[in-house]
Each structure stands twice: as C-alpha cells, then as structure tokens.
C-alpha cells in the first residue's frame, strides 16, 4: 500500500458516513479512482424516493432474520458500489481501468457489477461473508487487495 491507497482509503470511510443503512457496522463507502483522480463516490443507502431503514427507523433484514452475506435482494438499500457504479453511469464516465476503494469487501452482486463495468483492481478494507465474489474477481482476472494500514 503506498499514501494514495490510504488516502483513497481514507475517502471511501468518509463517504461511508453519508450512509442511510440503519446498522451502523454496515456503512459502506466507495471510491473509484483512475490516475489518481476520483471518477465517483457511492454509499450504501436507500434508492431515490424510497425510505431509508433510518427513516424507518428499522432495518428489513434483522426483522426477517436475514443472515449478512445472504439474499441481498432483501434491502432498501443499493450497496455503495452499485451506487458508484450507477453514479459514473449518469454523468457518463467510464470505469475502464479504474480502481474501487470500499470499505467493505464486495458481495457477489456487485462483484459482477464490478468486473462488467471495467474496473480492474480492487481494494477493500473490511472483510465480508461472501467467497463467491471472490472466486469470480479471480476468475475474471481483477486484482483484489485487502487494504493494509501504512505504518
């Protein structure tokens, strides 16, 4: 890892505060970045004209006893890297050779997402109950790094 990782880093955890999911250990925050320069943001949160589990005042899948990790279509919430992802879509950049920075490791949805949308490296800090992403970034050729603090 070198200072531009933790800086990126550092902006991912920032976005991750803008957060509408109602559990607090699951703010997510994304950055994608190409030559050093940010190209989107996206957090976890609710799609627009939908309430947030915050606004609910309770979160979905704990009252379905949904386990983390598990059926991710059970959600308010589109995750920060689809938001990223969806962001660069509307203001027409292209992810081609970027990097996305999350704080969390990527699911197995937005593992595709991902890989389709032409990013080719990922760091993460967080880990996440889902190996099946992983085994499809391999597959696809994307470096995936679990973020290591600078010391």
Partial sequence: MDKW???FMEMAYTVSNWSSCY?????VGAVVVR??????TGYNGAGAGIKSCKERGECIRQIKGIASGTCHEICYAVHAEQNAIIQAAKIGVSLEGATLYCTHQPCSICAKMIINSGIKRVIYD???PDEFSMEMFTEAG??????????
Avoid at 23 to 27: D, L, P, S, T, V
Avoid at 35 to 40: A, N, P, V
Avoid at 142 to 147: H, M, N, P
């Fill in 142 to 151: 994307l470096e995936v790094v679990k973020f290591e603090t600078l010391k």
């Fill in 5 to 7: 990782d933790a800086r």
């Fill in 23 to 27: 559990k607090e250990n699951r703010q």
């Fill in 35 to 40: 030559d050093k320069r940010i190209l989107t």
């Fill in 126 to 128: 967080q880990g996440y």
